[in-house]
């Protein structure tokens, strides 16, 4: 029978393993079968985009000009958003750590603070040490520090794709070769810009399951668990996954009968 000070030693390395062998099977999908996964299509649906709005005589139009840069700023503002709120989350939790440690026990309000202190103890099955909710705090400070690292390299991606679109092909040389390779780095551009934001949007998802452990490790374990459920079925699919194969097709037969 596990002691419940050991339930952290036990549950929480489970629950992350769970989160982390779901997101290494998420990579290999990708991989080896990427048109099964949301991740992969969408990367061939952004690279046929860009092939699109780069083709010969349609990057001088202004209309598709203007609307490939607003899509690029509308993620760069969705990033922008997500990187302030985890540097915000990450700074308030440091406060929080510096204002706990900082308080003496003999103070006057010290009495008060340990019987509050106290009975919100009473919901946390498992460790109630100081030094493991110390780590607690420093785990979910690292993942919003994360998703804060991912969504600035998000938007510095997105602001050079947003740069290179409205550039001619093969820099204006005219050759068909050179274009089909400038295209396809713009494209290149673009999914690294949208992997950083998915890398940050993740690391927002392990930070909710961290936060259920301070009520606990059965709260964090069962939080990962119906976590990489749900992401199942938001990762995967089967519904529009012909179409998307179907242009993909039609890109590298054209690219093909090309050469």
Not at 110 to 133: H, P
Not at 234 to 251: F, P, S, V
Request: aromatic content about 8%; proline content about 3%.
């Amino acid at each position: 029978m596990v002691r419940e000070e050991d339930l952290d030693v036990v549950l929480v390395p489970l629950g992350l393993a769970v989160v982390a062998g779901y997101h290494l099977w998420l990579l290999y999908a990708i991989l080896r079968h990427p048109t099964r996964t949301v991740v992969g299509l969408n990367a061939l649906a952004r690279k046929r985009r860009v092939a699109v709005i780069m083709a010969v005589g349609i990057i001088n139009t202004e209309k598709n000009g203007v609307l490939a840069v607003q899509t690029l700023r509308n993620n760069i503002m969705a990033s922008t958003v997500l990187a302030t709120t985890a540097i915000t989350l990450a700074s308030v939790i440091s406060v929080f750590i510096g204002a706990t440690a900082g308080r003496s026990p003999t103070s006057p309000s010290s009495s008060t603070t340990t019987s509050s202190s106290s009975s919100a103890l009473l919901l946390v099955y498992g460790s109630k040490t100081g030094q493991v909710f110390a780590v607690k705090y420093l785990a979910i400070s690292l993942c919003f520090m994360l998703a804060f690292v991912c969504n600035v390299q998000a938007i510095r991606l997105y602001a050079h794709a947003s740069f290179l679109l409205g550039l001619p092909p093969g820099g204006g040389g005219g050759e068909e070769g050179a274009a089909e390779d400038f295209a396809a780095y713009v494209a290149r551009t673009v999914n690294r810009g949208s992997h950083a934001w998915s890398l940050g949007l993740r690391a927002f998802y392990v930070s909710l399951a961290l936060f259920m452990w301070t009520f606990g490790p059965i709260p964090m374990l069962a939080c990962s668990v119906l976590m990489c459920v749900l992401l199942y079925f938001l990762d995967t699919t089967k519904d529009y996954a012909k179409g998307i194969q179907h242009m993909h097709r039609e890109m590298s037969a054209q690219k093909d009968s090309t050469v």
